[in-house]
């Protein structure tokens, strides 16, 4: 593990700048997208077809794509007990934080005897993605699906990729019904997303298309943004650990290695820490545990460009470092974790204390684990029930109201040449 020391005060050091970079978007991938897109806006079922059978082989006419009732139930006859029992924990907990993250009906007093305030209702249709891969990702499926469900969103329309034989793994399909989908389709990629965003003679269109994906899917997302609302950008994972010389080498490598071992070689895990012999023990565990996992073959590029360790004279200077990288993940193994956590202003998630391990949040703590990613955490926030609801505000006057802002509200219309806006006031309290 590349090290590198930073105590503040000017440019960050070049390793560290480099580190930084990592650019949210791919033009090539939002070229790719721009096509197929257009195509499917066009021609509907038989362009996600086309390009379905292109990019994943698979040659199912649009009245398969759907999965089937009965599909699910052997789906769900397939699924030991004891992940039957590890999806329905891991969905109870995340329900039950949507719940109590829901935002209730307010309002005040408008000051002469009216009142204004908000209103929230949930959206009607969305659309879920959940990437394929090496492995389901049942996980977010639970973490998508459920705090819609929890909002009270009556149609939640699934998408994840199949093989060319159309099937789709059984514990994903497990997840998606325990969570509460109401239609799965066999559908990954861009192809998908644009089903879902513009709709087809087989998917109908939805409000809000939520989920992580690849840079395609990504770049696809991005490109729908306006024909239908968006979460969040959602790329390749990352971490940053803080850590102090409490920490324990082989719990924070363990950490590192949770986030790196996704496969892509995008992934990014950074190390920051106060002790120079702490962050020794950490590469060293690093190298250690690597050599013990089985998908070594895909860690190994992300171990070589996705992993450092910087070296601060302070907490305070460390802490700087990682809200200038802005993780989707940032780990606190320092003592006054909790004291410490409440200073955190660009991170996705926060990990707090030696007894969390950012594996926690990936699978059963409760919030969601889709996050912004790419520095995106500096003006993003992680998916929540919220994402599935609409926000209304509403205004009722009294007549002393209106009198008591009529002035204003016509002086505002003489200054901005609107004079309907101010007549609207005026006209209220003239005889008819």
Known sequence: MKTVEYRGGGKLPRELAAFFERPAFDPAAERAAARVLAEIRRE??????RWARRFDGLALPPARWRVTEPEQRAAARAVDAATRRAVRQARERIAAFARAGRRRDWSMPSGRGGEMGEQFSPLERVGVYV???????????????????????????????????????????????????????????MQAIGALAYGTATIRKVQKIVGPGGPYVTAAKRLVYGAVALDLVAGPSEIAVLADDSAQPEQAAADLLSQLE?????????FVTTSRRLAAAVGAAVA??????????????????????????DLRLGLEVCERFAPEHLELLVRRADAWRRRVRRAGAVFVGPWTPEAAGDYVAGPSHVLPTGGTAAMFSGLTVEDFRRRTSFMRFTRADLRATRETIETFGRLEG?????RAAAARFEQP
């Open 131 to 189: 990437p394929g891969g090496a492995a389901p990702l049942a996980s977010t499926a639970l973490m998508t699906v459920t705090p819609a469900r929890a909002a009270g969103v009556r149609e939640i329309a699934a998408c994840t990729p199949c093989g060319p034989d159309g099937r789709v793994n059984p514990v994903l399909l497990y997840a998606l019904a325990v969570a509460g989908a109401t239609e799965i389709y066999r559908l990954g990629g």
């Open 262 to 270: 996704h496969g892509t070689g995008q992934e990014k895990a950074l």
């Open 288 to 313: 250690r545990q690597a050599r013990t996992l089985r998908r070594r073959p895909a860690l190994a590029r992300a171990l070589r460009r996705g992993l450092l360790a910087v070296v601060t004279p």
């Open 44 to 49: 509907g079922d038989r362009a996600v077809a």
């Open 418 to 422: 609107l004079e309907a806006h101010a």
